[in-house]
């Protein structure tokens, strides 16, 4: 028997629409301004450049408000990776995505109100949201603002590392959001995991 219940509100599920869809534009349009070609362009490279910056500095401002609202609605403790026996939860959880889950096994974490993502989920999700998005955020207004930048670094340029910085942590971000599209396939039906993001209820076993 299938059970429903209320695990986003509503404020989250905004965030989570607009966050990936700034993330998607930053994505196309950084891939432009990287690898322009006047041939063959994604997007041209003065638009590229113009709507990237708009993007960078509303997923600052979006981030901004995240942090807020997590800490206001006492969200953030979902994010926090539980102890004890984290490490072996994980394990059974990564086993479950790469094995189990083709062999129609049980889910061995489902969430509840009280926690909302399994061990993994948890690890990941911390790494990215308060690791690589501060990281990439701040490096992107770092560029806005260049003046902040060190002159040199090392006898580079100092934006040279910036760039760096901010290259490595917008991929990962990007291979996130790709792995993350594919296990939102992973719920009971292809397409019950992104209902959810749409009604805020999940639906199990």
Known sequence: MSHRIYLLPLWLRAWHWTNAALILTLAVTGFSLHFSDPA????SFGTAARVHDIA??????LYSLFVVANIVSGNWWQYVPKPPGILTRCLIQARYYCW???R?????????KEVNFNALQAVVY???????MPV??????????PEFAPDRFFGFDGLLPVALVHTLGATVISLFAIAHIYLGTTGVTVTSLFKMM????????
Not at 40 to 43: F, K, N, T
């Open 126 to 132: 911390w790494f990215i949201m308060y690791f690589w």
């Open 40 to 43: 063959l362009p994604l997007v």
């Open 136 to 145: 990439v955020v701040a490096s992107g207004l770092m560029f806005q603002f």
């Open 56 to 61: 960078g500095i509303a997923l600052a401002m």
């Open 198 to 205: 749409i009604t805020g209820w999940h639906e199990g076993k």
């Open 100 to 102: 189990g889950i083709f």
């Open 104 to 112: 129609g096994e049980d889910h061995p974490y489902p969430p509840t």
